[in-house]
């Protein structure tokens, strides 16, 4: 079983696109089962009175666009715990894996990464919060997530 946490800065975007696109693909290749799959914030922006706020409207729409469904997914945030838990914890952007570093008190089993560096295109997934191109933000996910998953099965 390989764990996988994919962070951004509020798990409303990125992360939580990250993860369903990721959980999609493994579907759709018969893994799920050799996977457990989840997303996670850096920031508690996104969390009120212990409830996390579910994925942003136009990030499930675009998830929906791709028949993917965020359906019961709200945002959570990173705890020092999950580096134990977890064999991988992808950050979407350098911001996200500074503060990932910050949080789980360094990464000395290198567990850290950022998505797109999988890619033939290394660097940032853009912040679609910002943008709000979430088509682009689909795309560069999507093609991370395929690198990644091609990466854990060669």
């Known amino acids: 079983m390989t764990n996988i946490l994919f962070v951004c800065h509020g798990n409303i975007c990125r992360s939580p696109m990250a993860e369903f696109i990721f959980k999609n693909m493994l579907s759709q290749r018969g893994l799920s089962d050799a996977f457990t799959v989840a997303s996670a914030a850096t920031s508690t922006e996104e969390i009120w009175g212990g409830r996390g706020n579910p994925v942003y409207p136009p990030a499930a729409r675009e998830l929906a666009k791709h028949g993917i469904s965020a359906a019961g997914k709200h945002a959570v945030q990173l705890q020092r ?56 933000a689909y795309r560069d996910i999507e093609e991370g997530c395929a690198a990644l998953l091609k990466s854990l099965t060669e």
């Open 81 to 136: 715990s999950d580096y134990a838990k977890y064999d991988l914890l992808i950050g979407m952007n350098s911001a996200n894996i500074r503060n990932m570093h910050r949080m789980l008190g360094g990464d000395p089993e290198g567990k850290i990464r950022k998505l797109m560096d999988y890619t033939n295109r290394p660097g940032d997934v853009a912040d679609p919060w910002y943008s709000d191109r979430f088509d682009i």
